[in-house]
C-alpha cells in the first residue's frame, strides 16, 4: 500500500508521541509482550527452549521447526529492538511464521539487553550461539546449511557475528540476511545518509530514538569505533558470507544498510540489495498477511534456494 497524504499525517502524529526510550524502556518492554499476544502465530509447527552457555552466564534459545519430516536448514535469529528491548517471547509469532514460509527451523536468540548489559554483551551472546550451533552442541544441523539471519539492531548483530567469525577463526557462516539493519555510529544530521533526514523524523523509528538506543548500548565513547559495534566501520571486509540486505524505503536506516551491502560487494561477497517500496521500519512484525511480509518471504526464500547475486529494488 503507497504512503499517501493521510497516512502521512497519521505516521507523523503517531511518531509524535514516542516516548524518551532512555526513560520509557521498561514499559515498552512490557507493551511489547502484550502486543506480541495479540498478533498470534501459526500452529502447524514445535517449538521448544534450550540454553546456551556464554562465559558464566545462559543465553536462552526459543526453536520453531515447521510440520514434515526434516531434516531443515536452519535460520539463526537475532531480534531487533534497539538492543534495549524485544526477545524471544515477542518475537514468536514472527518466528514461527518465518519457519512455516521457509521450510527452515529457526532458532530465536535472547541475547542480553541495554542498558542493563552493553555493548559487548549482545554480540557475545550471539556468537556464543552462533558457535554452539555451527559446531553441533544444540542440533545436529550441517553447519553449511546455517543461515544467519536478524532484523534492525538483529542484523547489526547478524553482521557483528560474521566478522566476529572471521576474525575468531572458530567457524565461518556461509549466509547471513539483514533486515533494515543498522551498521552505523552517526544518526544525527551530520549523518553522511540522507534517509536520515527524509525519514528520521515522521516515520515511527526516528534519528533521535536511534541516537538514544546507541546511547544505552554503549560502554563508552571508543565503542562508537569498533566495528562489532558498527560493522559499517570495518576496515576490512573481505571473506564474509554471501548477504541479503532487505531495506525500506521510509526507513531512517535505509541509507546505511545499502552502503554495507555496496562496501560488502566491493570487497568481493556475493551481495543482494532489496529495496522494499512504500514500506517502514521493522514491517516484517506484521502478521504475515500484508504485502511486504508476503515480498519479504518470497525474497529471503529465493535466496535461500539460490546462489547468484543481483541488486535490485523489490
Known amino acids: 500500500m503507497a504512503i499517501n497524504r493521510a497516512m502521512r499525517a497519521a505516521l507523523k502524529a503517531m511518531t509524535a508521541l514516542n516516548p524518551d526510550v532512555q526513560k520509557s524502556y ?10 506480541a499476544r495479540l498478533r498470534g502465530r501459526p500452529s502447524d509447527y514445535r517449538m521448544w527452549d534450550r540454553k546456551i552457555t556464554c562465559g558464566d552466564h545462559p543465553v536462552p534459545v526459543r526453536i520453531f521447526q515447521p510440520a514434515g519430516g526434516g531434516p531443515f536448514p536452519l535460520l539463526l535469529f537475532f531480534h531487533g529492538g534497539g538492543w534495549v528491548t524485544g526477545g524471544i517471547e515477542n518475537y514468536t509469532g514472527v518466528c514461527a511464521d518465518l519457519a512455516k514460509a521457509a521450510g527452515h527451523v529457526v532458532a530465536s536468540v535472547d541475547y542480553r539487553l541495554a542498558p542493563e548489559f552493553r555493548f559487548p554483551a549482545a554480540p557475545e551472546d550471539c556468537y556464543a550461539a552462533a558457535k554452539a550451533f555451527f559446531t553441533g552442541r544444540i542440533l545436529p544441523v550441517d553447519p553449511e546449511k546455517i543461515t544467519l539471519i536478524g532484523d ?3 542484523g547489526n548483530l547478524a553482521a557483528a557475528v560474521s566478522l566476529m567469525a572471521r576474525d575468531r577463526g572458530e567457524f565461518l557462516p556461509r549466509r547471513q540476511i539483514l533486515l533494515y539493519p543498522s551498521t552505523f555510529n552517526d544518526h544525527s544530521d551530520s549523518s553522511p545518509f540522507p534517509s536520515i533526514r527524509e525519514n528520521g523524523t515522521d516515520y515511527l523509528l526516528t534519528s533521535k530514538r536511534v541516537q538514544s538506543f546507541l546511547k544505552l548500548y554503549s560502554s563508552s565513547e571508543a565503542d562508537f569505533s569498533n ?3 558498527a560493522p559499517l566501520l570495518a576496515g576490512d571486509l573481505s571473506n564474509q558470507p554471501r548477504t541479503l540486505i532487505i531495506t525500506a524505503e521510509f526507513c531512517p536506516l535505509r541509507d546505511e544498510g545499502e552502503a554495507y551491502g ?3 560487494r ?3 561477497n556475493d ?6 517500496k512504500d514500506a517502514l521500519h521493522a514491517f516484517l512484525m506484521l502478521p504475515p498477511r500484508f504485502i511486504h511480509v508476503k515480498r519479504a518471504y518470497r525474497i529471503i526464500n529465493r535466496f535461500l534456494s539460490e546462489g547468484t547475486s543481483r541488486h535490485a529494488s523489490d
Open 227 to 229: 566495528p562489532y559495534f
Open 26 to 35: 521498561k514499559a515498552e518492554r512490557r507493551v511489547e509482550l502484550l502486543m
Open 262 to 264: 555496496k562496501k560488502l
Open 152 to 154: 534492525s539492531t538483529g
Open 266 to 268: 566491493d570487497a568481493g
Open 271 to 276: 551481495v543482494e540489495i532489496y529495496r522494499m
